[in-house]
C-alpha cells in the first residue's frame, strides 16, 4: 500500500528466467521493479473503489506462487483466466434459472386472468423457499420448466412434488423453444408483468420486485445479454402430485436410512421424465393454460398499413385486470 493509499498492489520477486506478464485490464498495472536489492514483479491499482476485490485476486496470484509453485507470470495468468471464466459464465449458469422464471411468469398471467393480479401476485412463492411455486385458493401448484424436446424437469428435495397443509398439489409442466420473431424475450415478458401489475396492482410492487430478486433478475440475469426469443413448444400439462404414474422421492426414501446416514445427506436433486403422461382431466380450469401462452400486455398495435394483412396473434386470450 503506498504511504498515501492512492495504490494497492502485490510484489513478487522474479527470477533471472522469469518474464513479465501482459495486462490488458486498464485498472490493473504490471511492470518490473527493483526493490529491497531484488528485481520484482509489480501488479497494482489505483481505482480506491476496487481495493477490496483486487485484494481477493491477489490472494490468488499469491496462493499459486506459495503452494502450487508457479511463476510469478503464470500465477497471475492463470488466476486472471480463471476469474474471467467464472464471470463469463453468468449466462450459462442462469440459463436454468431464465427458462424457470420464464415458466412462473406465464403461469403467474394466467393465474392474474382468473384471479386477479393481487391474488396471483400474493400467491407466488418462488425460488428460495420450501413452499411450493404458487399458493393459489384452494389449492398448490408447482411449476416445471424444460427447454428440451422431452418433459424433462429437475426435482430438488424430497418435499417438492409432496402436498403441503392439507392441500391439493398440482403439477404444471411447460416446454419452451427458441421461437424466433414469434416469440418473446425474458426481458419483455418481465416488462409486460411489471407494467400490469403497476396499472392493476400497484400496492404488489415491491413484492414483485422481492421475487424477481429472489430469482437475481436485479443482479446477473438482468447484466447478461437476452436476444433470445421463447414461446411455448407444446400444450401445457397438468398433472396432479397424487398420480401414481408421477415418478418422485418422498421423505419415505430418507426414513428408510439410519438417523447418521441422513445427516450426513446435504442435498437431494433427480431428474423426471413426464413426457407421454395424459393431462389430469379433472385439473382446476385456471391451470389449463393456452398452448399459444397469453400476448404481452402493451399499447395496442398500429393498424398495418394499406394492403397488408394483420399479424395472427399467439392467442386469443388477453388478460383482464383485478
Known amino acids: 500500500m503506498d504511504a498515501y493509499g492512492a495504490r494497492t498492489g ?11 506478464p501482459l495486462s490488458s485490464l486498464t485498472a490493473v498495472v504490471v511492470r518490473p521493479m527493483a526493490a529491497q536489492g531484488r528485481r520484482m514483479l509489480e501488479i497494482a491499482t489505483a481505482e480506491r473503489a476496487l481495493f477490496r476485490d483486487f485484494h481477493d485476486l491477489l490472494q490468488g496470484v ?3 506462487v506459495r503452494r502450487a509453485g508457479h511463476s510469478p507470470a503464470h500465477a497471475f495468468t492463470k488466476t486472471l483466466a480463471s476469474w474471467t471464466e467464472l464471470l463469463a459464465r453468468t449466462r450459462g449458469v442462469s440459463e436454468e434459472k431464465r427458462v424457470g422464471l420464464l415458466g412462473e411468469l406465464h403461469a403467474l398471467e394466467w393465474f392474474a386472468h382468473h384471479f386477479g393480479w393481487p391474488v396471483a401476485v400474493a400467491s407466488w412463492r418462488g425460488p428460495v423457499s420450501e413452499e411450493h411455486d404458487f399458493g393459489l385458493p384452494g389449492y398448490d401448484v408447482e411449476v416445471k420448466s424444460t427447454a428440451s424436446e422431452r418433459r424433462l424437469h429437475t426435482v430438488r428435495g424430497t418435499t417438492q412434488l409432496v402436498p403441503t397443509g392439507g392441500w391439493p398439489l398440482w403439477l404444471l409442466s411447460l416446454q419452451f423453444t427458441r421461437g424466433g420473431s414469434a416469440g418473446h424475450t425474458l426481458a419483455e ?18 413484492r414483485l420486485t422481492e421475487m424477481l430478486a429472489r430469482y437475481e433478475w436485479l443482479g446477473p440475469l438482468a447484466a447478461a445479454p437476452d436476444p433470445e426469443r421463447w414461446s411455448l413448444r407444446s400444450v401445457p400439462l397438468v398433472v396432479s402430485a397424487a398420480d401414481a404414474r408421477v415418478p418422485r422421492l418422498g ?27 395424459p393431462g389430469a382431466a379433472d385439473a ?21 398499413p394499406a394492403g397488408v394483412p394483420p399479424l395472427a396473434t399467439a392467442s386469443p386470450l388477453t388478460t383482464r385486470s383485478a
Not at 10 to 20: N, W
Request: no cysteine; hydrophobic share 40%.
Open 10 to 20: 502485490l510484489r513478487i520477486a522474479l527470477g533471472p528466467s522469469d518474464r513479465v
Open 62 to 64: 499469491a496462493e499459486r
Open 284 to 304: 382446476p380450469d385456471a391451470l389449463r393454460l393456452p398452448a399459444g401462452g397469453l400476448p404481452l400486455a402493451g399499447p395496442p398495435a398500429s393498424p398495418p
Open 189 to 206: 415478458r418481465i416488462r409486460s408483468v411489471r407494467d400490469q401489475v403497476a396499472e392493476h396492482a400497484p400496492g404488489l410492487g415491491p
Open 251 to 277: 421423505p419415505e426414501v430418507l426414513a428408510a436410512l439410519s438417523g447418521e446416514a441422513r445427516q450426513r445427506i446435504v442435498a437431494l436433486t433427480y431428474g423426471v421424465d413426464l413426457t407421454g403422461l
